[in-house]
């Protein structure tokens, strides 16, 4: 099994900046791309940046110049720096990675259980 585990939620005031984590763990064969999504309250799910293997990076238009996702593949960790954050940033925002388990072919969807980011005005 492969687990996903975010970290470094919180509070921050608009204008300000947060760095969010999320560390895969367990039988890790090797990560193919990785994702950063976003739910806001009463709103649907929706990506918000995508990293592939190799290292390139797609953004949502709301988030384009402001957020930067990463990788450390040494660490099996993706990244997600928000800056200049606004108030309707605020959602509980969660990592998904395709990983392949050791002793498997195939790539499976994996989910972390999200950290909530609140941005106050």
């Known amino acids: 099994q492969v687990q996903l585990v975010e970290s470094g939620g919180g509070l921050v005031q608009a204008g300000g900046s947060l760095r969010v984590s999320c560390a895969a763990s367990?039988?890790?064969?090797?990560?193919?791309?990785m994702y950063w999504y976003r739910q806001a309250p009463g709103k649907q799910r929706e990506l918000v940046a995508a990293i592939t293997s190799g290292g390139s990076t797609n953004y949502a238009d709301s988030v384009k110049g402001r957020f930067t996702i990463s990788r450390d593949d040494a660490e099996n960790t993706v990244y997600l720096q928000m800056n200049s954050l606004k108030p309707e940033d605020t959602a509980v925002y969660y990592c998904n990675a395709d990983a392949r388990e050791r002793g498997s072919l195939y790539y499976k969807n994996y989910w972390g259980q999200g950290t909530q980011v609140t941005v106050s005005s």
């Open positions: 367990g039988s890790i064969f090797s990560i193919n791309a």
